[in-house]
Every structure is written in C-alpha cells, then in structure tokens.
C-alpha cells in the first residue's frame, strides 16, 4: 500500500521560534523515521506528507494514499487535533486512530469529564475555570489539583498543580489561564497509585494492551505525572509493568471508557486511584506519543516484551480492519481501492 505520513516535527516549530515547552507534544524525527521504517518493513511504501498545511496543499494538488498514518496534533484551537482527521474524511480517504468528532471531544478534559461520567465512567469531581470570576463558585473540597484543560504532554503540570486552600487555587488558575490562554480543569486530589492503560482495537475488537504504575523516583515530583516528570524522565519516573488487583480495575474501568466513548485503534488512558482505593479516569489519549524511545505506550509494550515494529503493525491492523468491516457494510463508500486488500499485508 501507498500510506502517507501526517505529523507535525518538533524542529520546525523550534525554527519558528516556539519553546520547547510550546512544542513539547510535537514529534522527533526519531519517533517519524520510527513509523516509518516500521511500515516500509511490512511491505508498504511510506509518503512523509508532513503537517495540516501540508496536506492541504497535497490533498489541494491532486495526491491520494491509500491510508494515512496520521499522528498529527495540530497547533492552534480547542480542535487541532481534529483538523487532519476532518479534511481526510472529506476526501474519503482513510487514516488511523479516532476521528474529528471523538478528537476534538477528548482534548477538553472538562467535557471529556462530563461524557465519561454520563456513560457510567467514575471520575474525580472536577469544575471548569474558564476567567477568575468562576473561582467563586468552585466549592470542592482541598485539596485539588489544577491543569489546563486542553494540554498534552503534562504541559502546565508542576509540583503548583496541587493546591490546599483558596489562595493556592486562586494563584495557580490565574497563572495557568495567562499562561495558556485556556480554561483550567480544577479536580479533587486523588492522592493513590496512577496508572497508564494501554489499549489497542475499535469497539468490541478492543483489548487492553497491558498496564504500568508510574512513580516518582529521585527528585521527581511525587503529587503527579508533571512536565518535569516526563521531561526527564528517565531520572524522576519509574515505569513498572503490573497485574495486581488495583491494577486490573483500573484496566477494566479504562476498557470500559475506551468503548464507550469511541476511541479507535491504539492509545493511553490515564486512571489513579482515589482516597478509598477505587480507580477513577483522568484521561484518555487517543492520539497516542509513539516516540520508541521515550513514549508512555512504546514503553509499556517494551517492558512486555514485544518490538516496537510489532506495536506499529498492530496499529495499521487495526485500523485496516476497520475500514475492510465499514466497506463490507456499506457504511465507506469512495474509501482508496484495494485498502480492504492489505488487511492481509
């Protein structure tokens, strides 16, 4: 198959003057060479399209592909991640991971909260600061724990995040809406174990791909997964593959949220524990860090054993099958021909 690439690397944002912080949740080129060797080793030829405007001009020229890797997260609005998915359907061409319509849902943790919960998902109580007038009405009990409400990547996370009194709050949403000009999630604390679920499938092909509890270590921050956290990961967080007790609830409860709130072919969601004991989500990335180094969902499938190339083949499986099924229910037309075919590459 001819599968075109979809991404936006981190260098050339860098060029254009962001921080690295601003372009944290953008891609290396070793997480691009990554895919993209792992694809060419199963058969298929890979186009590097590269990033929104990219394909706008590609898409704009004539160019088509018989699916498209697309792991792009977009740069600007509360709906960057749903722009390549959104032009790509309009030209019924087919791509992995979710669709504009769940993409643009997830990215606002907030109503991402309020979907989940509706849908028998137990979260933590959470209220949204979108000016610092709407601190008033905030009446959880502290501790809480504050973060942007449309961030990847921890961005916005610090060791601030955890807040005791009104002061605090106060302080921290204010810096937080200056800061990244987006409303503020404020949640009560939950102060147990967190874990990264890892998920891979659509709908009832959907399976739990393993589980690691993530815990500070050295000097890492112990309150949450911050930026510095991830950042420097390798001194301040330990990643440890479980299957207790704890651990398999908190994989029930995210396959269970994975289903029923959409989520296609591979990703992450985050749950931790409350005061009780008891999982609660915190959030789901169904547009997952596939760097093969340093992302949370290549580590978990590392320390499980299985190869990098393996975890990108299960992707394009998955997200291959998907299109094979809609094809044969009718439910695709003008999707690239010979797409069902490559099922079997």
């Not at 992707?315 to 099922?343: F, K, Q, T, W």
């Amino acid at each position: 198959m001819n599968i075109g690439m979809t991404y936006d690397l981190k260098d050339d944002y860098l060029r254009q003057g962001l921080s690295c912080e601003q372009a944290a949740e953008f891609d290396s080129e070793v997480t691009i060479a990554g895919i993209q060797g792992a694809l060419e080793d199963l058969g298929h030829t890979v186009d590097r399209i590269g990033n929104v405007t990219a394909l706008v001009s590609r898409l704009a020229a004539g160019h088509r592909w018989d699916l498209v890797f697309n792991i792009a997260e977009g740069l600007h609005g509360l709906g960057r991640e749903a722009q390549v998915p959104a032009l790509l359907d309009a030209w019924s061409i087919p791509y992995t991971f979710s669709g504009p319509e769940l993409m643009a849902l997830t990215l606002h943790k907030g109503r991402t909260n309020a979907v989940a919960r509706s849908l028998g998902v137990p979260t933590a109580d959470y209220a949204v600061v979108a000016r610092p007038a709407d601190l008033d009405a905030v009446s959880l009990p502290f501790p809480l724990f504050a973060k942007p409400v449309a961030e990847g990547t921890s961005k916005g996370i610090s060791d601030r995040s955890l807040v005791r009194d009104a002061a605090a709050l106060r302080e921290v949403c204010t810096d937080l809406l200056t800061t990244f000009r987006q409303p503020v999630l404020v949640e009560t604390y939950l102060p147990g174990r967190e874990f990264t679920v890892g998920l891979l499938g659509s709908g009832d092909h959907s399976r739990v791909a393993g589980v690691i509890e993530v815990r500070a270590v050295g000097q890492g921050d112990a309150s949450a997964y911050t930026y510095e956290n991830k950042q420097d990961w390798t001194r301040r967080v330990a990643y440890e593959l479980v299957d207790d007790e704890a651990a398999m609830g908190a994989a029930r409860l995210a396959l269970h949220a994975w289903r029923v709130l959409g989520c296609l072919d591979a990703g992450r969601i985050d749950v931790r524990l409350d005061s009780d004991d008891a999982p609660r989500f915190i959030e789901v990335n169904p547009l997952p860090g596939l760097n093969p180094e340093s992302s949370d969902l290549p580590i978990l499938w590392r320390l499980g054993g299985r190869t990098y190339d393996a975890l990108i083949r299960e992707i394009l499986l998955s997200a291959l099958d998907r299109v094979r099924r809609a094809e044969n229910a009718g439910e695709a037309p003008g999707m690239a021909a010979g797409v069902a075919a490559g099922v079997a590459a």
